[in-house]
């Protein structure tokens, strides 16, 4: 259990249900914001590889950090598809890996697991800052929970930061022009839609936050 | 929306049911799911795996068979397969001589492409990819992912299949590959757009005398928006780009490929071509070949894409080689 | 209305002149219209000749070639072709051992043959016609023009082309076409109907959740108008009315021809074919060949026609001949 | 030119632009009909027709009934199409053939020409009054032309007392149940629309009112 401080592989494990059902509710959303800049399968991607995750991490057990993230990144990657399979794959991999084989994380191990995903995500997809992705939610939540870590906040703290930052990530893509993805085709008819990459990407910190420091 | 579908979840499964009951020639393997050549692997020759989001069809299951691919991978509807998929396909049609992945130019298809080859190097398959981009309506700069692969996928579907049939080794049918694609181009237009059975209602809305030009076939709406036009002018919307970004020299010949988006019956597309041969015979190029119907559709998408390929003999013969897919089908 | 055209009277001549310059294996005549192959006549094969409305292409221009049909007669778009052309086509083909005609059972294409038969026979050339009329969704009684002809129309052709390219005489082909009408049962259904480019707008309006049982091919309306259902209860509705019609022996075989009206696409054609499967396999049919594709559609109807051909060896055997045609082509 | 009694080939001439005009004023409507219980190209198919009758009696000059017969029948029959083309053509080849080779008919020939022209589309259709077809318009102009003829009618009466006729059968369609053509695929369904080939038939015999005897 979550005592402030520590992240268990319990923590992990719960916050991929919580995930899935955040996902669920803001499928349509998804979907539609996909539908005005690009294919119109993103929440339906999402929802299919979030349940899936749920139910293979229900079976493998996972009893190290690095086996939560291996058990989601398989089915993750092979169940949703798209450019966010891969990405989102390559999150939870490197998550995982960066985690190491231990139960639980400690004070700043969390916040630097979730950081390796990122950067797997940026070396995937080889997008910048500002190119109207998932980045945009992601690395804005990464520099605030490193920053909230520094100002000694509390785990609960460093998550909240990271949620508002990706947020307010998320929001700050609907004027930029998309230069990755299937976005990209837009061109200048992209401005003025929020990201649906950045969108789930804010709903994935969001669960953490729930779940990993109620 | 109306679809003749069971549940939306099922579309893609039951389909590939449909194919594996219809065609003896395929196999169908559904964990993870692709459809393999019922006589794969064939020693000796190389393997060419092909896939992508389905509603595409009949690319590209319907080009499983002699002369064409070894295997295709359907995703979920316009949502590229998963990597499991193309690694398992590789695997079922490795040969001996190394696969090819004809991939086309989607970060979502590149991406699982390029995770499965990986996987597949690292189970000691000789894996090569070609990523086909043929699509001008996309400016390729470092600001955008780069042209969508589009119609030239099927031209070198076909025709690397040939050169595997005929014996080539994976480095002359992978240069064959890049060849092709560096001598295909596409433009493509929509009248109204599609609907995915999962997302229940249209891609994007057009006004009833507004038609998009510049789409891409996952129902994406495209380079801009404007009047509905004759198919005179469509043509012309269509051709001039092409040539203006590869021009053909007098007497250079081209493969003419006029491709429904679904929707629209094959009298418009004779129109069309009309108009296309039309525009060609005015700049002096000749059409040597051509293929027109709904091969690389986005499901009943009405409008139309033209792809055009400049021929050399080689590709000339390759074309023309024997072929026995579901939806090509000649000398066999 | 939405069309890649140019002017709606334009239509037809435009798309048979992107016919022509398509296909070299083709001759197009102006005045009056008809498709004709370029090797034509072929002495001493009994010509086949068909037509009928536009709309419904490749049929029947995209059948003619090489074990098919010698020449087709394209009316304005859904309307019967004029006698003069009929008649005009059957002079061209007649290699000295008489001219088939199939007809659809619509009464004007039955009345425009009629008159064409009398003039050519007053030509001195030998012809004779065959009616098809499949469509069980029409009560055959002296109430009605009687069924209507539709996807029994495809099977009969090719499979008559064949019985023609493989010299029987006039006599024995014309037994065949009327055995193959015999043995064949369609029927078809509408999600969204057409529009007729003259006529701008949709034949008839369906509601959101409503679907049209029973249509022919002319965009009419059908039989009755039902709530949307699944593939699988569509699949019901069309085949049972078949089996109810020309019952089964256990182990009889058939050829099952999936039509799209249009536009419906592959992957949902795919998944009909999956569903009728299954309901033959219940009734012990088996499936010996099977076509699927847009064969004869309605311009761009969404919807679908299922068409059962009871085979014999014999109609097995011509239906797997060698034939060369735009639309159908296996074995060159 | 028309004295009361006498169809001169001239009247004959002049009936097929008029009822081109008429024609081409009500094409739309025509299609609309046939798209109700057929498919919807009774009107182009007739203004088609028409217009390329005008064109080639223009090019015949045709001096006598039996050669404007044929001129208008041969063309109407290779442009109309459809079941409409053969039928009127039909008509127009028997008119002329019993109109005879005269360049003029009198008394009660031209009610015989147009009723050998309207026994002409009964026996190339096979239809029967009451099957809602063009012929329950025509029958009963015939039978209240030949009646107005007994009663010692002028031309200008008769030919009116046909059209009057035409117009009330080509309305008594609109309750029958279509036998023929492609509206008897509808069956019930056929119930409650007129039927378009009767509408153009009324037409047909207004604008010869119009032009024989004005
Ligand atoms: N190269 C990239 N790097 C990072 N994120 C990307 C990249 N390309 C696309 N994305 C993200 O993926 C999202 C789309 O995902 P999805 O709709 O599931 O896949 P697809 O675009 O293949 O249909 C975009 O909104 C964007 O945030
Ligand atoms: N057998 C028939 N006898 C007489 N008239 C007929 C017959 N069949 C059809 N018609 C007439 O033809 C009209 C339809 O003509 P049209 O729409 O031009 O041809 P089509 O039905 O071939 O499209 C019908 O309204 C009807 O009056
Ligand atoms: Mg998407
Ligand atoms: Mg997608
Ligand atoms: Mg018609
Ligand atoms: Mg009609």
């Not at chain 1, 804005?140 to 909240?160: R, T």
């Not at chain 2, 001589?97 to 996987?119: P, Q, R, S, W």
């Not at chain 2, 060849?179 to 237009?189: I, L, P, Y």
């Amino acid at each position: 259990m979550a005592d402030g401080t520590t992240v268990t592989v319990d923590d992990l494990v719960a916050w991929v249900p919580r995930f899935s059902e955040v996902i669920g509710e803001h499928a349509d959303e998804l979907t539609q914001l996909d539908s005005a800049i690009g294919d119109a399968d993103h929440g339906t991607n999402m929802r299919r590889g979030c349940r899936a995750a749920v139910d293979a991490l229900a079976a493998a057990e996972p009893v190290d950090v690095t086996g939560f993230g291996r058990a989601i990144a398989m089915k993750v990657i092979s169940t949703v598809g798209g450019a966010s399979g891969p990405l989102y794959g390559s999150f939870f991999l490197a998550l995982g890996t960066t985690g190491g084989s231990a139960p639980s994380m400690d004070a700043a191990e969390p916040i630097a697991a979730l950081k390796a995903g990122v950067e797997a995500i940026r070396s995937r997809g080889k997008a910048e800052p500002g190119d109207k992705t998932m980045l945009d939610a992601l690395l804005p939540a990464i520099a605030a929970m490193e920053g909230s870590l520094e100002d000694g906040g509390s785990l609960a703290d460093v998550l909240q930061a990271g949620t508002d930052a990706a947020e307010e990530g998320m929001r700050a893509t609907l004027p930029m022009l998309a230069r990755k993805g299937r976005a990209s085709y837009l061109g200048e008819r992209s401005i003025g839609h929020q990201d649906p990459g950045a969108t789930s990407s804010w709903l994935l910190l969001r669960s953490a936050a729930e779940t990993l420091a109620p | 929306m109306k679809k003749l579908i069971n549940a939306t979840d099922d579309v893609v499964v039951e389909a590939l049911e449909g194919m594996e009951r219809a065609h003896t020639s395929l196999k169908v393997v559904y964990d993870p799911k692709y459809v393999v050549r019922a006589d794969a692997p064939v020693a000796g020759k190389v393997g060419i795996v092909s896939g992508g989001g389905s509603g595409h069809e009949p690319m590209h299951g319907g080009f499983v068979g002699m002369g064409m691919l070894d295997a295709a991978c359907p995703g979920e509807v316009f949502t590229s397969p998963t990597p499991d998929q193309m690694l398992e396909a590789t695997k079922a049609v490795d040969g001996g001589a190394g696969v090819l992945h004809i991939v086309k130019n989607y970060t979502g298809d590149v991406l699982n492409f390029e995770m499965a080859a990986e996987l597949a190097a690292a189970d000691g398959i000789d894996v090569e990819a070609v990523v086909i981009d043929d699509d001008v309506a996309v400016q390729d700069s470092s600001f955008t992912a780069g042209r969508r692969g589009v119609g030239a996928t099927v031209l070198a579907e076909k025709i690397c299949g040939a050169a595997a049939e005929a014996g080539r080794d994976l480095a002359a049918v992978k240069e064959l590959c890049e060849r092709v694609n560096a001598n295909g181009r596409s433009m493509g237009m929509a009248l109204p757009s599609c609907t995915v059975p999962a997302a229940g209602k249209p891609t994007f809305e057009l006004g009833d005398d507004e038609m998009e030009i510049g789409i891409g076939i996952h129902g994406e709406p495209g380079r801009e928006r404007r009047p509905v036009a004759s198919a005179a002018e469509v043509a012309k919307m269509l051709v001039e780009p092409i040539l203006a970004d590869l021009p053909y020299s007098e007497g250079e010949k081209a493969l003419v490929f006029v491709n429904s988006m679904g929707g629209t019956p094959l009298i418009e597309l004779y129109i069309i071509y009309n108009e296309v041969a039309k525009i060609l015979a005015e700049h002096g190029v000749e059409i040597a070949r051509n293929l027109i119907g709904p091969y690389i559709p986005s499901l009943e998408m009405q409008g139309c894409s033209i792809t055009m390929l400049k021929l050399d003999d080689e590709m000339t013969e390759l074309w023309d080689a024997t072929v026995s897919t579901p939806a090509l089908r000649w000398g066999a």
